[in-house]
């Protein structure tokens, strides 16, 4: 039997909506849109037989994953694995800001992400091999289970590329919204993708 993953992106914040900004480490709350996501994704998998739920320990995401977990009677678990990429002198830049400030740092991100290296933050790298010993490491403690991971874009894009078998210079090859469903499954050596970017629980949070 598989270990079951149900990847989800947290909720909307001021800093990605508009003009988006790096988000990083930063503790950005949930703002009235994203909090309402929550629970649309709380609805939407009321119906799925989770035992357990780990969360990044930011309050963006220990926020999205609350409701969830009151709906199965769980606790949310903090992991450090599921922490967003750290970008550093980057983190509160606008897109515009960040390439004007770190034209080379930006170009290798839009091109070849596999390669990035943040400025007094993170290489991408870095944060890939910790997503993939996550992976492992549940699917190894919770064989047979199915797992809620409520977590930041650059993991949730990172672990999709890992789960899909695709580079890590794949990275801009999915799309994850705020508030999205995927799921995939343990399968041989490698995963068993089933679902990608659902949104259609959220068509009622605007």
Request: glycine share 6%; hydrophobic share 45%.
């Amino acid at each position: 039997m598989a270990t079951r993953f149900i990847l989800i992106r947290h909720g909307e914040t001021e800093w990605n909506r508009g003009a988006e900004r790096f988000r990083g480490r930063a503790d950005v709350p949930l703002n009235d849109v994203g909090i309402a996501q929550a629970q649309h994704v709380a609805t939407r998998l009321a119906s799925e037989n989770i035992s357990a739920i780990y969360a990044s320990p930011a309050q963006r995401t220990l926020r999205s994953a609350q409701p969830l977990a009151d709906a199965h009677h769980l606790t949310v678990q903090p992991h450090p694995g599921l922490l967003d990429l750290d970008f550093g002198a980057l983190e509160g830049l606008t897109v515009a800001e960040a390439r004007a400030a770190f034209p080379n740092v930006i170009a290798c991100w839009s091109q070849t992400p596999g390669q990035a290296i943040f400025p007094q933050g993170e290489a991408f790298d870095t944060m890939r091999t910790r997503v993939i010993t996550l992976l492992h490491e549940l699917a190894e403690q919770r064989a047979e289970a199915t797992i809620a991971l409520v977590t930041h874009r650059t993991v949730c894009h990172a672990m999709l590329c890992v789960a899909l078998g695709l580079p890590a210079n794949a990275f801009w090859r999915v799309q994850v919204d705020n508030a999205s469903i995927s799921k995939f499954d343990t399968h041989g050596d490698g995963y068993l993708v089933k679902l990608m970017n659902e949104t259609s629980h959220l068509q009622t949070t605007h």
